[in-house]
């Protein structure tokens, strides 16, 4: 009698499931993950990949840590959530009074929410409110801020599916992407588009320092006290999306510090609870608070059901406390020392066209589009999980990775390039 239930399992997520970002049905089986312990995933047929993908840059602490297990199970002993409407309780007033003492200062107030792209559509909202008349965003192309539908019109109209949802998304004003070093003739040109179009624009919604799923870019942190500066001198808003770049990931607590400058509004999710559930928070100063509080309805347009879910704000405030001891910085410069003894030797390499490090984030691009399927069951063959898009094999480890396992990734990496080349 066969008791392996993967087959079983197998053909019912193919009738059923649909998964991210592909047709129904998939075109490829999906790995069956039994468990997951530390920084590795247990394959249901027994196999033991190295996570280099740290559940989409969320799981910072890796799997199964006895700190953020024990916060979940307290909590759940106490309540597993509430509605946030007319009540609330210590966990999301602890998590908010730690992310306005955390986040560059005069970020004060705190809306907790359900996911990344919903922080950024209540980001949007707030600048519209706070800013009633003006109705356009601006931003840099080569971004990514989310799937729903404000998100998605300002990702890079190109690579964001833009495409797909023309005629229904707001057309957004574009300057072209940031180089990866200061230049005084971009600087000049952001200025001016944003200038150009100041009368409209509510808000610059940018990622600080590290552009995510559009491309894997990094940018010179200047380009942010240019944003600054304009943004200041002409009452319009600005919002950092540090949805994948905050709590430590590019070698700074948040890719803003990088900078030293405050936006307006900031967006943070992902690694907010340490990967173990879906929460996001919005973060403004009080003159957004003010500007919203005092306008039309008197408050802000939005209310998740699950606001503030006592579970996921007790296993954030757990996340934190883990990362309060600062060793999270010195794990993550030894990553990024890892990553480039692991990856520089694939500089040059036969469809190569780039290799890049910052912080914990480490990127192989190529002059080509990746194949999925060849590039994946190459890494899982050398013990690894990783999950390319477009042109990139990349990497974001959990910051518990040591360096015997960085090298397994990098060597996943070189596995997945080699097996691409001679494809």
């Given amino acids: 009698m066969n008791d392996d239930p993967a087959p079983r399992l197998l053909a019912l997520d193919r009738a059923h499931v649909w998964h991210p970002y592909g047709p129904m049905p998939g075109r490829s089986d999906p790995y069956v993950v039994e468990s997951a312990q530390g920084v590795r995933l247990r394959l249901a047929d027994g196999r033991e990949l190295v996570d280099g993908m740290s559940s989409w840059w969320a799981a910072i602490h890796g799997y199964r840590h006895p700190v953020l297990d024990a916060a979940l199970a307290d909590q759940a002993s106490r309540m597993s959530h509430v509605m946030f409407g007319g009540l609330t309780h210590a966990p999301a007033v602890e998590l908010a009074t730690r992310l306005v003492d955390l986040t560059p200062e005069g970020l ?65 004003i574009f300057a072209p992407p940031p180089p990866a070093h200061f230049d005084d003739g971009y600087a000049a040109e952001l200025v001016e588009t944003i200038e150009q179009h100041a009368d409209e624009l509510a808000a610059v919604i940018v990622e600080p320092v590290v552009q995510g799923a559009g491309g894997m870019r990094f940018h010179d942190p200047g380009y942010l006290r240019v944003l600054r500066e304009v943004t200041r001198e002409r009452d319009i808003l600005l919002i950092f999306d540090e949805i ?128 999925l399927p060849t590039a ?48």
């Fill in 108 to 172: 004060e107030h705190v809306f907790l929410c359900d996911s990344g792209s919903v922080g950024v559509e209540v980001a949007i909202k707030m600048a519209l409110q706070a800013r009633p008349g003006k109705r356009r965003l601006a931003t840099w192309r080569g971004g990514y801020h989310g799937d729903t539908f404000h998100p998605m019109s300002v990702c890079d109209p190109v690579g964001g599916m833009h495409s797909l949802w023309t005629g229904v998304l707001p057309v957004q």
């Fill in 244 to 371: 994948a770049t905050g709590f430590g990931r590019t070698g700074s607590m948040f890719a803003a510090d990088r900078a030293g400058v405050t936006p307006d509004i900031m967006c943070l999710g992902k690694a907010l609870t340490g990967g173990y559930l879906s929460l996001a928070a919005t973060l403004c100063t009080p003159e957004v608070a003010h500007r919203i509080s005092a306008g039309p309805g008197g408050g802000l347009a939005h209310g998740p059901t699950f606001m503030g879910n006592p579970l996921a704000c007790a296993v954030a405030n757990a996340s934190l406390s883990l990362l309060s001891d600062g060793s999270w910085s010195a794990a993550t410069a030894r990553i990024e020392t890892a990553l480039r003894a692991g990856l520089e030797p694939l500089r040059g390499a036969a469809g190569v066209a780039d290799v890049r490090v910052l912080g914990a984030i480490g990127v192989v691009q190529l002059d080509h589009d990746v194949d």
């Fill in 376 to 423: 994946t069951a190459a890494a899982v063959g050398a013990g690894v999980w990783l999950r390319p898009f477009g042109d990139l094999i990349y990497t974001m480890p959990p910051y518990v990775t040591d360096d015997a396992d960085v090298a397994r990734i990098t060597g996943g990496i070189a596995a997945a390039v080699s097996a691409l080349s001679s494809d």
